[in-house]
């Protein structure tokens, strides 16, 4: 076989480079190629990763209880067949919605899980819709009627201003900050809303250090400020915007005073964002998961598109660009939602979310459609159950018995909050079905855990569902299985398999997911093989102000301002300011015990999530869990770099190590996400170290305080106190493992 180079897109994080992959007789040789200056693969060699001895080989399936951690190995036949015919007959007893699947944040071949699914006839898959940037594509939708596609950073070179709001692309969208700095140079401005001096805030022009949670009122109050100084772009107003008097009036209840109150920013720097912003234009904003992880996240993301409408942003080069729809066979296409009977979509779990569910997704869709002539992908987050919705009807049986589940490359013992609830419900289930590169604290839990081919020894066609009009393709470089040593398959086979098991057969056509891309390269008079070889397609011209044709793929044919969608759907159609469940305001008493604003899961290099823990070198940047306090707060404390300290919410505590870091405010600590530690064992009540300081044991996903349209859960708003941990379990060594 000798020497071969290949070309596999990366899936460590978000830019999916194309990467020259050298094998020689199906091993590894080497990676080369990252364009990205920040690459966290750059950390550690790849070899290292990609052939760690934990790495999963063979499907397992639970011998003793749950929990032990006793496997015994069996074949994907075995495999395949046993979870079919456990499905089936759950099906037959309680209905196909008994069946939900929680997947991860877009890592492999997701289309299938959503095909497997419809054509089971259960509309529960859950996952990270709600709480990534499905929140944001969800209100551009509606608002704009296409969601724009701020994965194009080429379009940054035309860009005036950019503004972050809760983002911060140095760790998190690499591409999209290198775009940024370059934009820099050219003397672009740049706008960082952030309770953090976070990377991104360093090289601000502006910096808004805000209050944890109060985003909508800061923008709130910019709008106001652009309005009354009459900084807006009139005529597209007037032509192209519905609703613009009543959004007046309503910006008008947040003047600065009173937003600087709500938000701890200074009137002058609300001021001065909100003049560059409508000033240096185009502009364009862009939200991230501070603003996502909301208890009230559409209204800041609603007051965001509709600041980037008002100065006349939308769909001109350098500002919120609108694609469209993508001239090939898309992954909602592949989805298969028609399947879905109209009666079992109405079981969705979460539905009280309509703008997510229906009827929202419809009435989004419809429009998006009659104008579009396709539906848009929404980064792959369509018509979803909401999480902790899955997780409570699973631990309680309400409203209807969640039986089996089944999580495909995603974490939820790390990544959903209230971990005592998703324990509680993975424990009760009767079938639990993981597939995953790893051993994680989720899979020790599991009945099954079935090992799953990376990014390297699989084919991806990628796009970024549809949010960028650059078309990417990469090739296996490895082959899954190789006898006598291990035995993967890709996602793909996976469901593939469970379908052809379950009378879905002619449903599923192609034998490969290479077949499937021909299938969906068809329309563009291509072959998977072709693009393989180019590397990648972009259209030749790009059509701006294409609303000037067609309108906007809204009811009103226009950029709502004042949301029609909201309305029918029995929502305020502008966007407002709320209190956090938990705030100093609004639970004086909360407060008295717990002191300080808690924020969690700012991204940090080398790790993605809950990732790659078990990397030794990637461990040796962050051995342990990391928590940043102010010093004055951390000598109030009594507590130094390095020490132990308990972050305590009324929800639960988990212990982190100390970074006393003077860019956080006084009255807020940001907590690390993603932490369990390999190295531990992974029977209970350890279970790889679950309990010690992963910070979902100190979140809640009550749906009472998620986001009322979108079911997004709070995740940076909760108030919590922070003391020195004094002793370390029995050994004096050891953290225990289930804290109280
Ligand atoms: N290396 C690495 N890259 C990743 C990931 C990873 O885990 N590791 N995850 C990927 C995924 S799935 C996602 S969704 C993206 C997320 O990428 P980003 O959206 O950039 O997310 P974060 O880093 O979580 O949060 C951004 C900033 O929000 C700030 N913040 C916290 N609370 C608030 C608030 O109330 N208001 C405002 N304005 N800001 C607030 C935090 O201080 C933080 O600096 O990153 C992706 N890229
Ligand atoms: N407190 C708090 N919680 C958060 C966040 C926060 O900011 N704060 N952020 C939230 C956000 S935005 C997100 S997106 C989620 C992320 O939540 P998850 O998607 O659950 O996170 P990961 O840790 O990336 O889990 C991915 C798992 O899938 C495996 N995997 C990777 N690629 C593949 C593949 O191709 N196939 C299969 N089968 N498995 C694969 C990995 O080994 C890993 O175990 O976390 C959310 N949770
Ligand atoms: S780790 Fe991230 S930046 Fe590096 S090659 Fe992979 S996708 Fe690109
Ligand atoms: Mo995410």
Same mark, same amino acid.
């Given at each position: 076989?000798?020497?071969?180079?290949?070309?596999?897109?990366?899936?460590?994080?978000?830019?999916?480079?194309?990467?020259?992959?050298?094998?020689?007789?199906? *091993?590894?040789?080497?990676?080369?190629?990252?364009?990205?200056?920040?690459?966290?693969?750059?950390?550690?060699?790849?070899?290292?990763?990609?052939?760690?001895?934990?790495?999963?080989?063979?499907?397992?399936k639970?011998?003793?209880?749950?929990?032990?951690? *006793?496997?015994?190995?069996?074949?994907?036949? $075995?495999?395949?067949?046993?979870?079919?015919?456990?499905?089936?007959?759950?099906?037959?007893?309680?209905?196909?919605?008994?069946?939900a699947?929680?997947?991860?944040?877009?890592?492999?071949?997701?289309?299938?899980?959503?095909?497997?699914?419809?054509?089971?006839?259960?509309?529960?898959?859950?996952?990270?819709?709600?709480?990534?940037?499905?929140?944001?594509?969800?209100?551009?939708?509606?608002?704009?009627?296409?969601?724009?596609?701020?994965?194009?950073?080429?379009?940054?070179?035309?860009?005036?201003?950019?503004?972050?709001?809760?983002?911060?692309?140095?760790?998190?969208?690499? +591409?999209?900050?290198?775009?940024?700095?370059?934009?820099?140079?050219?003397? @672009?401005?740049?706008?960082?809303?952030?309770p953090?001096?976070?990377?991104?805030?360093?090289?601000?022009?502006?910096?808004?250090?805000?209050?944890?949670?109060?985003?909508?009122?800061?923008?709130?109050?910019?709008?106001?400020?652009?309005?009354?100084e009459?900084?807006?772009?009139?005529?597209?107003?007037?032509?192209?915007?519905?609703?613009?008097?009543?959004?007046?009036?309503?910006?008008?209840?947040?003047p600065?005073?009173?937003?600087?109150?709500?938000?701890?920013?200074?009137?002058?720097?609300?001021?001065?964002?909100?003049?560059?912003?409508?000033?240096?234009?185009?502009?364009?904003?862009?939200?991230?998961?501070?603003?996502a992880?909301?208890?009230?996240?559409?209204?800041?993301?609603?007051?965001?598109?509709?600041?980037?409408?008002?100065v006349?942003?939308?769909?001109v080069?350098?500002?919120? $660009?609108?694609?469209?729809?993508?001239?090939?066979? /898309?992954?909602?296409?592949?989805?298969?939602?028609?399947?879905?009977?109209?009666?079992?979509?109405?079981?969705?779990?979460?539905?009280?979310?309509?703008?997510?569910?229906?009827?929202?997704?419809?009435?989004?869709?419809?429009?998006?459609?009659?104008?579009?002539?396709?539906?848009?992908?929404?980064? %792959?987050?369509?018509?979803?159950? +909401?999480?902790?919705?899955?997780?409570?009807?699973?631990?309680?049986?309400?409203?209807?018995?969640?039986?089996?589940?089944?999580?495909?490359?995603?974490?939820?013992?790390?990544?959903?909050?209230?971990?005592?609830?998703?324990?509680?419900?993975?424990?009760s289930?009767?079938?639990?079905?993981? /597939?995953?590169?790893?051993?994680?604290?989720?899979?020790?839990?599991?009945?099954?855990?079935?090992?799953?081919?990376?990014?390297?020894?699989?084919?991806?066609?990628?796009?970024?569902?549809?949010?960028?009009?650059?078309?990417?393709?990469?090739?296996?470089?490895?082959?899954?299985?190789?006898?006598?040593?291990?035995?993967?398959r890709?996602?793909?086979?996976?469901?593939?398999?469970?379908?052809?098991?379950?009378?879905?057969?002619?449903?599923?056509?192609?034998?490969?997911?290479?077949?499937?891309?021909?299938?969906?390269?068809?329309?563009?008079?291509?072959?998977?093989?072709?693009?393989?070889?180019?590397g990648?397609?972009?259209?030749? /011209?790009?059509?701006? *102000?294409?609303?000037?044709?067609?309108?906007?793929?809204?009811?009103?044919?226009?950029?709502?301002?004042?949301?029609?969608?909201?309305?029918?759907?029995?929502?305020?159609?502008? &966007?407002?300011?709320?209190?956090?469940?938990?705030?100093?305001?609004?639970?004086?008493e909360?407060?008295?015990?717990?002191?300080?604003?808690l924020?969690?899961?700012?991204r940090? !290099?080398?790790?993605?999530?809950?990732?790659?823990?078990?990397?030794?070198t990637?461990?040796?940047?962050?051995?342990?869990? +990391?928590?940043?306090?102010?010093?004055?707060?951390?000598?109030?404390?009594?507590?130094?770099?390095?020490?132990?300290?308990?972050?305590?919410?009324?929800? %639960?505590?988990?212990?982190?190590?100390?970074?006393?870091?003077?860019?956080?405010?006084?009255?807020v600590? !940001?907590?690390?996400?993603?932490?369990?530690?390999?190295?531990? &064992?992974?029977?209970?009540?350890?279970?790889?170290?679950?309990?010690?300081?992963?910070?979902?044991?100190? @979140?809640?996903?009550?749906?009472?305080?998620?986001?009322?349209?979108l079911?997004?859960?709070?995740?940076?708003?909760?108030?919590?106190?922070?003391?020195?941990?004094?002793?370390?379990?029995?050994?004096?060594? +050891?953290?225990?493992?289930?804290?109280?």
């Open positions: 076989m000798g020497k071969e180079i290949k070309h596999s897109l990366c899936f460590w994080c978000k830019p999916r480079c194309r990467l020259r992959v050298e094998v020689e007789d199906n *091993r590894l040789v080497r990676i080369q190629g990252s364009p990205i200056k920040a690459c966290p693969r750059k950390y550690c060699p790849d070899l290292e990763r990609f052939y760690h001895p934990d790495r999963l080989t063979y499907p397992l639970r011998i003793g209880d749950k929990g032990q951690n *006793r496997w015994q190995r069996i074949t994907w036949d $075995e495999a395949l067949n046993e979870i079919a015919s456990k499905l089936a007959d759950l099906k037959g007893r309680h209905g196909a919605e008994t069946l699947v929680s997947r991860g944040t877009s890592r492999t071949h997701e289309e299938f899980t959503m095909r497997f699914l419809n054509l089971f006839g259960s509309p529960n898959q859950c996952g990270q819709a709600q709480i990534c940037h499905g929140n944001s594509a969800v209100v551009a939708t509606a608002l704009f009627g296409w969601w724009p596609y701020w994965m194009n950073t080429e379009k940054l070179a035309n860009t005036k201003c950019v503004m972050l709001i809760g983002r911060n692309p140095p760790h998190t969208h690499q +591409t999209i900050w290198e775009g940024i700095l370059k934009a820099k140079e050219n003397g @672009t401005k740049l706008i960082v809303i952030d953090r001096r976070c990377e991104s805030a360093e090289e601000a022009d502006l910096w808004l250090q805000v209050r944890p949670g109060t985003d909508a009122a800061l923008l709130l109050g910019m709008i106001d400020v652009i309005i009354r009459g900084l807006y772009d009139r005529e597209f107003v007037t032509k192209w915007c519905h609703g613009f008097d009543e959004l007046a009036e309503r910006a008008r209840q947040y600065l005073r009173k937003v600087s109150e709500i938000t701890w920013v200074p009137e002058e720097q609300i001021r001065a964002a909100a003049r560059m912003f409508a000033t240096e234009t185009p502009s364009c904003a862009m939200e991230g998961m501070g603003v992880h909301q208890p009230n996240s559409y209204s800041p993301i609603a007051a965001r598109h509709i600041l980037s409408a008002i006349g942003n939308v769909d080069p350098g500002g919120e $660009e609108l694609m469209g729809p993508a001239p090939f066979v /898309t992954e909602l296409e592949m989805e298969m939602a028609g399947a879905l009977s109209a009666e079992q979509r109405a079981k969705v779990l979460g539905k009280q979310f309509r703008l997510y569910t229906s009827p929202g997704y419809e009435l989004i869709q419809s429009n998006v459609e009659r104008v579009w002539g396709k539906r848009c992908d929404m980064f %792959g987050y369509n018509h979803i159950a +909401t999480a902790p919705s899955v997780y409570k009807a699973i631990a309680t049986s309400d409203p209807y018995p969640v039986r089996a589940l089944i999580t495909v490359a995603s974490n939820p013992m790390v990544t959903i909050p209230d971990t005592k609830l998703v324990y509680k419900a993975l424990k289930l009767d079938l639990y079905v993981v /597939t995953d590169y790893f051993m994680t604290p989720s899979a020790a839990l599991a009945d099954y855990v079935l090992p799953s081919a990376s990014w390297l020894e699989r084919p991806h066609l990628w796009n970024y569902h549809n949010t960028t009009p650059v078309l990417r393709a990469g090739e296996a470089a490895l082959p899954p299985s190789i006898p006598g040593k291990y035995d993967r890709t996602d793909f086979d996976f469901w593939r398999g469970l379908g052809m098991r379950l009378g879905q057969a002619e449903h599923w056509p192609w034998e490969s997911l290479e077949e499937t891309y021909d299938y969906r390269l068809k329309p563009m008079g291509m072959t998977f093989q072709d693009l393989v070889e180019k990648k397609w972009a259209p030749e /011209t790009y059509e701006y *102000r294409k609303y000037e044709k067609t309108g906007f793929g809204t009811p009103t044919g226009k950029i709502e301002l004042w949301s029609t969608v909201m309305e029918t759907l029995g929502y305020d159609p502008l &966007p407002s300011y709320k209190e956090p469940p938990e705030s100093p305001t609004r639970t004086p909360l407060s008295d015990q717990y002191p300080l604003i924020i969690t899961g700012g940090f !290099h080398p790790f993605f999530h809950s990732e790659h823990r078990q990397v030794e990637l461990r040796k940047y962050y051995p342990w869990a +990391t928590m940043q306090i102010h010093p004055d707060t951390a000598a109030e404390v009594g507590v130094a770099d390095d020490d132990w300290v308990w972050i305590e919410t009324q929800h %639960g505590r988990v212990m982190q190590k100390v970074q006393v870091f003077e860019g956080v405010d006084r009255r600590v !940001h907590a690390q996400h993603g932490w369990w530690y390999p190295e531990m &064992p992974a029977e209970e009540p350890w279970l790889h170290g679950v309990w010690i300081s992963n910070i979902n044991v100190c @979140t809640s996903g009550d749906e009472s305080t998620c986001d009322e349209a079911g997004s859960w709070p995740l940076r708003t909760f108030q919590c106190r922070v003391y020195k941990v004094q002793s370390f379990g029995q050994d004096g060594k +050891t953290v225990p493992p289930i804290p109280g």
